[in-house]
């Protein structure tokens, strides 16, 4: 999609007129006196939180101190593993489509004759191929906060956020019966301006997602801790001309003596952001704001950039910022005496620099992995030992992004190695250091270590690339019912249920000697049966494990009449039959975009196949052969609880 060719409008570029974009401000009304959960911070992880919850009808209320939702966001990079989750909401291909997608990377140095300008050194690819089958993009992040408000509004809950609301104080009782939270709430708009609004909210559990300077981090007593450069950048997005030949590519200059500048083009078509290094700070120094203008970005960038120029048209937003790393000394309030009630995620417990584009999607990420795990607890499903996990996982996760992020920005910000500067960077090396780095920005590198919701991964060789702990790698496949060529990671939902994938050995499909059709047999029918332990009286089959299954052969080959119904079972009020459990490998013509096995691609064991565990958050859980039922059983049984 091209937009903003004639200045930029924010919200839905799908409407001709920019003011029929204009969303109604959202209706004031009080605050509930009670609820499952109340989120503090209308972010991306706040956001993606109550997006998520909303979804098991739960009672979420969600408040932030501004007046409206965001218009012009600050970040805009949205890594391939943010997108595989966006398909699960099922709002991936909007954003898609009005993203700009990074495909190619150009580097530029100092001109070896001309060393007060720069030339390219060269052109990398953005994303390594099969990293993901999703792409790199770049959009405001006002629209992704856009697509999890309408996943609220359209949710069982009907969840809006409550704007306007400051937090201004939070105590936990631990022995406070069902709602040991209590929140103090200051309404900062009122009826009259001498008069103070203050709402007090009781809540099973609150979530602090409200930025580096979190309220409710400072009262669970948690700090940041961390250092920060000496070093300050400015940031813009522009309508602009210029001769500059790798305008539309994402950019990154490394200039002699005027700084270094990273350039990433935004969506529709003709705006650019402008990350553009500033002079370095004395210790402690800060921004001096008042006196930084936009002007004065422009000019920056015009030096870095000879011997080519920006002639900007429009300036659609400009911040400074300095950069630091800093991780909260925990992510939760828990101790050895009681489990976690107040949790933190996002900006509220790690900071670091925007240029790596970790910063949205990192923080999506931490809610990304509590949010299932609260609605199990809430809902009767699981116990709340499995609330501990969401800190050890997350903070580990987090200190390694300060880690990258801390050598990277040290890489970018330093001067091009020369003779004058033999302590500087070579380009080359920092180049290498991106390419290295390219599962770790994309999102897919994360590992969760082996607990109660990770196994130990000991028939790993049966699927060698769905890494136990790793998110699951999608694949295509052809979905055996209506011959529809698909991604099989595509089944994930965010909807709270584990994904159980029966990879076929190499037997005639549902014949006696068919490892899919003894586990489904044991699976309807044994009393040990995870199915039936676990899901509750009246709720669809596989509400809570969904169990699907993917053969070798052609999909016209294996007959619909012959499948188990635990592969096709009957579902809702009506009872009709679900044909979308079961896929084959894609034996299409290249010609025709097949050719690409799953079983070849992800090292499945053609012979034995396996059974794949994918927790509700899209990460492998377990491998195990096909006839383990004793290995599936007590996965299960240290995750769920009985129905």
Known sequence: MQFHLNGFHPGDPRFNDPQDAVVAPPIKRPLPDQVDVLIVGCGPAGLNLAAQLSRFGLDIAIIDQKDDRLLVGQADGIACRTVEMFQ????????????????????????????????????????????????????????????????????????????????????????????????????????????????????????????????????????????????????????????????????????????????????????????????????????????????????????????????????AWWSVYEIGQRITTAFDDSDDSHMPRVFLAGDACHTHSPKAGQGLNTSVMDTWNLGWKLAHVLTGLANENILKTYSDERREYGQALIDFDREFSRMFSAKPKSTENPDGVDPAEFQRYFQLFGEYTAGVSIQYRPSIMVSEGAHQSLATGLTVGKRFHSAPVVRQGDAKPMQLGHCHLAD????????????????????????????????????????????????????????????????????????????????????????????????????????????????????????????????????????????????????
Not at 526 to 552: C, E, M
Request: proline letters at 5%; hydrophobic letters at 40%.
């Open 88 to 315: 699960a909401y099922g709002f991936a291909d909007q954003i898609i489509q009005e993203a700009y997608q990074v495909n190619e990377a150009a580097f530029w140095k100092p001109d070896a004759d001309k060393p007060d300008q720069i030339a390219r050194s060269s052109k990398v690819q953005d994303v390594a191929d099969d990293l993901s089958e999703m792409p790199h993009l770049i959009i405001n992040q006002a629209r992704v906060h856009d697509m999890f408000l309408d996943v609220m509004r359209q949710s069982p809950s009907k969840v809006e956020p409550h704007y306007q609301r400051r937090l201004l104080d939070l105590e936990i009782d631990h022995n406070g019966g069902e709602y040991p939270v209590t929140a103090t709430v200051e309404r900062l708009v009122n009826f009259s301006q001498y008069g103070q609004v203050v709402e007090t909210v009781k809540a099973k559990y609150v979530v602090g997602c409200d930025g580096a300077r979190s309220s409710v981090r400072t009262a669970i007593g948690k700090e940041l801790v961390g250092d920060a450069l000496n070093q300050s950048w400015g940031v813009m997005d522009v309508l602009l001309n210029t001769d500059f030949p790798d305008i539309r590519l994402k950019s990154l200059i490394h200039s002699n003596n005027e700084g270094n500048m990273l350039i990433i083009p935004r969506e529709g078509g003709y705006m650019v952001r402008l990350y553009i290094e500033l002079d370095k700070l004395n210790e402690n120094q800060r921004v001096a704001r008042d006196q930084m203008t936009a002007d004065v970005l422009i000019a920056a960038a015009n030096r870095v950039m000879k011997p080519y120029t920006l002639d900007v048209k429009e300036v």
């Open 496 to 643: 709270g249920a584990y994904r159980v994938y029966a990879f076929a050995g190499n037997a005639e499909p549902m014949s006696d000697q068919c490892g899919v059709r003894a586990l489904c047999e044991f699976l309807a029918n044994d009393a040990n049966s995870p199915l039936k332990k676990y899901t509750p009286a009246g709720a669809d089959a596989d509400s809570v494990i969904d169990v699907r299954a993917v053969f070798q052969q052609h999909h016209q080959a294996v007959e619909t009449d012959t499948l188990h119904p635990v592969l096709a079972p009957r579902k809702g009020k009506y009872g009709l039959r679900d044909f979308e459990k079961v896929f084959c490998v894609d034996n299409r013509p290249e010609s025709s975009g097949g050719g690409k096995n799953i079983y070849d691609m992800r090292g499945i064991d053609k012979k034995q196949g396996c059974v794949v565990i994918v927790r509700p958050d899209q990460y492998v859980a377990e491998v195990l052969p096909l006839d383990d039922y004793k290995g599936f059983c007590d996965f299960f049984s240290n995750v769920l609880l009985e129905a």
